[in-house]
Nanobody, 123 residues
């Protein structure tokens, strides 16, 4: 079975950086497009970033453009989210997701999800 395990969350001050990792097992990693989503208290889960299976193209939500970078290492079965210039409004549980097809920015189109990792940005 496919499993996704996130790590790297934590508490950081505004303006700081964190790097999230998501290790995928159970199926050939390069067959998945990968995405990161986040959910703040009382809000719906929203798209953050996505990357094609080859890693050739990336996509970002407007609030994180220029601050976050999604990358993948197919040899390590891992997708990363580098988050710089963090803001208090970035506070959320961050989830990685895998899609056994082309890249998407739609939550409903992802097949597999991790358990989430908490990111808290203090002002």
């Amino acid at each position: 079975q496919v499993q996704l395990v996130e790590s790297g969350g934590g508490l950081v001050q505004a303006g700081g950086s964190l790097r999230l990792s998501c290790l995928v097992s159970g199926r050939t990693f390069s067959s998945f497009a990968m995405g990161w989503f986040r959910q703040a208290p009382g809000k719906e889960r929203e798209f953050v970033a996505a990357i094609r299976r080859s890693g050739g193209s990336t996509y970002y939500a407007d609030p994180v453009k220029g601050r976050f970078t999604i990358t993948r290492d197919n040899a390590k079965n891992t997708v990363y989210l580098q988050m710089n210039s963090l803001k208090p409004e970035d506070t959320a549980v961050y989830y990685c997701a895998a899609r056994a097809a082309g890249v998407s920015m739609k939550r409903i189109e992802y097949n597999y999800w991790g358990q989430g990792t908490q990111v808290t940005v203090s002002s």
